[in-house]
């Protein structure tokens, strides 16, 4: 590989090889970020994850493809969804190697949906992503919905009689629909299985809940593993919090846990760093340092999961920057693996890194007033 400085101004520490190989979207990636900060800074205040987690989602590959198919698809009204499938394909299909392709569109749109967005919290940018992909999925059911009714109303119409059967058809359609698979639950949705299991008599009982993405509580000096552990630890219910048995009918000591019974695609893991200090009464940001494996395998899984053995690759990280003398000075950055390379999005400059120097991103181990740099999202995707 020859590594030579880019010709290019704009590409900044980008080599020439990478260039070539990676395509002009990298760059295009980077001048969207700064727009997005720029938009954002006088249009919603000074803290915005809308660039991070949209950048962590382009380098999520399934994802990427299904938003670009959903582009060539037969034009239907203005919705976030068509606003993201243009952006995503402007990313794509640039031809020059430099340029600005303004987000304007995806940022009005949202801004008109929901007016969470208008006045932004610092502590939403997993919000934003929740926002984000469950309305994306609302807007395929909806639409499956009414392909659904029109094919019907085809059928109806050419059809002989059968009048009774469709009645109780559509009854059964619309709890079906509720429930129907886009690919925003293909790729990102995963099963999480409570169980608890009565201390007197022994019998467990399960509930299944899906999750889009898991949030996990963070402490200082930890790791991905740790977090997990907590978040699969066994829990007593007693005194006031006692579990009422079915078995027993009555209300007795139990212990829980949960436990990830279906493994996604892309398993989205939110760090939990701001927190809700009782004695300053406001939320803070935590910039401990908790490690995160290039790959991982989930330990916490139920005796019944499907895919237990899952490998995944880290593929993005959504990252921000808290300087130290300013609590609410936030600077949103992603990193993300490309074509075999980390890279490193930040505003108009686009880094290569090497996959050590991810570990600047790990937090700090102490809570001293300083400048931290830390990964609050973290996108894992399935090898297989
Ligand atoms: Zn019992």
Same mark, same amino acid.
């Given at each position: 590989?020859?590594?030579?400085p880019?010709?290019?101004?704009h590409?900044?520490?980008?080599t ?13 990636q ?12 006088t249009?919603?205040?000074n ?5 991070s ?6 380098f ?5 493809e ?5 582009k ?5 009204k ?19 190697k ?8 995806f ?5 008109k ?5 208008? &006045?932004?919290?610092q502590?939403?940018?997993h919000?934003?992503?929740?926002y984000?992909l469950n ?5 395929l ?15 109806q119409?050419?059809?002989?009689g ?16 509720k429930?129907?698979?886009t690919w925003v ?18 019998? *467990? ?8 993405d ?6 200082? &000096? ?18 006031e ?7 027993c009918r009555?209300k007795q ?5 949960m436990? *990830? ?44 999961a499907?895919?237990p053995?899952?490998?995944y ?5 959504g ?20 074509h075999g ?15 050590q120097a ?12 300083? &400048? ?6 973290l996108?894992?995707q399935?090898?297989?």
């Amino acid at each position: 590989l020859d590594v030579l400085p880019c010709k290019d101004n704009h590409c900044g520490y980008m080599t020439h090889t990478i260039c070539t190989c990676m395509s002009s979207h990298v760059l295009h990636q980077s001048l969207i970020c700064s727009l997005f900060n720029h938009n954002l800074v006088t249009q919603f205040g000074n803290t915005c994850y809308c660039n991070s987690v949209l950048q962590a989602l382009y380098f999520c590959r399934p994802f990427r493809e299904k938003v670009l198919a959903y582009k060539i698809q037969p034009r239907r009204k203005e919705s976030l969804l068509t606003c993201l499938a243009d952006l995503f394909n402007s990313i794509a299909t640039q031809k020059k190697k430099v340029g600005v392709i303004p987000p304007k569109k995806f940022i009005s749109r949202l801004r008109k949906e929901n007016e969470l967005f208008d &006045n932004y919290m610092q502590q939403d940018a997993h919000e934003f992503l929740n926002y984000l992909l469950n309305t994306i999925a609302d807007l395929l059911q909806e639409e499956k919905s009414q392909e659904r009714q029109q094919n019907g109303k085809v059928v109806q119409n050419g059809g002989s009689g059968g009048g009774g059967g469709s009645g109780s058809s559509t009854g059964e359609g619309e709890t079906e629909e509720k429930t129907q698979q886009t690919w925003v639950h293909e790729i990102f949705q995963g099963t999480l299985t409570n169980e608890t299991r009565c201390l007197n008599c022994e019998a *467990v009982s399960s509930k299944d809940e899906d999750f889009l993405d898991l949030s996990v509580d963070v402490e200082q &000096n930890t790791s991905i593993t740790h977090c997990l552990r907590g978040f699969s630890n066994t829990e007593t219910l007693c005194s006031e919090c006692k579990y009422y048995c079915e078995q027993c009918r009555s209300k007795q000591e139990a212990q829980k846990r949960m436990r *990830v019974k279906k493994l996604p695609m892309i398993l989205a893991l939110h760090l939990k760093r701001f927190k809700y200090m009782d004695q300053l009464h406001r939320y803070t940001k935590l910039s401990y340092r908790v490690v995160f494996p290039l790959e991982l395998r989930l330990f916490n899984t139920s005796g019944d999961a499907t895919n237990p053995d899952r490998l995944y690759d880290l593929v993005a990280v959504g990252r921000d920057f808290n300087h130290g003398a300013f609590n609410n000075y936030s600077h949103y950055i992603t990193i993300v693996k490309s074509h075999g390379f980390w890279l490193l999005f930040d505003d108009d400059i686009v880094e290569k890194i090497d996959a050590q120097a991810i570990e600047e991103f790990f937090g700090l181990t102490s809570d001293i007033s300083k &400048n931290s740099e830390s990964g609050y999202i973290l996108f894992y995707q399935s090898r297989d």
